[in-house]
């Protein structure tokens, strides 16, 4: 199943940046979650990485690879920042593992992505402007909850998220 949420009907910009997100690995990269990855320019992990590997594999897929540490990444992780902030296309996002962990009011910080994991519950929201991502867990299944990463498509005009479940 594929959920979405549209950016604004403006003009589209003629770059599109395909970004890949994930979080909650726990140490495990699904094949199902590499193959969902694919063609990706960027991907984000949101936390819970689980162990070095799985971003080394990461980095094979794509060109740029950005990870925070979540709160069960132990010491093999102190070198991973526990939030990052970047620029895709003129759009500010921020990753961080758990969105409890927010000091700062996103909009009027002048973000316009808010990426997070940690519950393992997919959703995509828009709140005040600001889109909020959360891909879902891509490592083991918790609960009835689905196995999920997401894809944002980026460009100078519009953001595009989708919520893509793993078939496993």
Not at 66 to 79: I, K, L, P, T, Y
Not at 103 to 121: E, N, Q, T
Request: net charge positive; hydrophobic share 40%.
């Amino acid at each position: 199943m594929k959920r979405s949420s549209r950016g604004s009907n403006r003009r589209i910009g003629r770059h599109v940046v395909h970004v890949g997100v994930i979080s909650d690995t726990h140490g495990k990269l699904r094949p199902e979650a590499v193959s969902a990855l694919q063609g990706c320019a960027l991907i984000l992990h949101a936390g819970d990485i689980g162990r070095a590997q799985v971003l080394e594999d990461l980095r094979r897929l794509a060109p740029r690879v950005v990870a925070v540490r979540g709160n069960v990444d132990g010491e093999w992780a102190v070198a991973v920042p526990t939030r990052a902030e970047l620029d895709v296309e003129g759009h500010r996002v921020l990753l961080l593992h758990d969105l409890a962990q927010l000091d700062l009011d996103p909009c009027a910080s002048g973000i316009d992505v808010v990426v997070s994991g940690h519950s393992h519950r997919p959703g995509i929201e828009h709140r005040d402007g600001v889109l909020y991502l959360n891909p879902g867990s891509a490592g083991p299944r918790r609960f009835r909850l689905p196995v999920a990463v997401a894809r944002l498509e980026i460009s100078s005009s519009r953001l595009e998220a989708a919520i893509v479940e793993l078939d496993v």
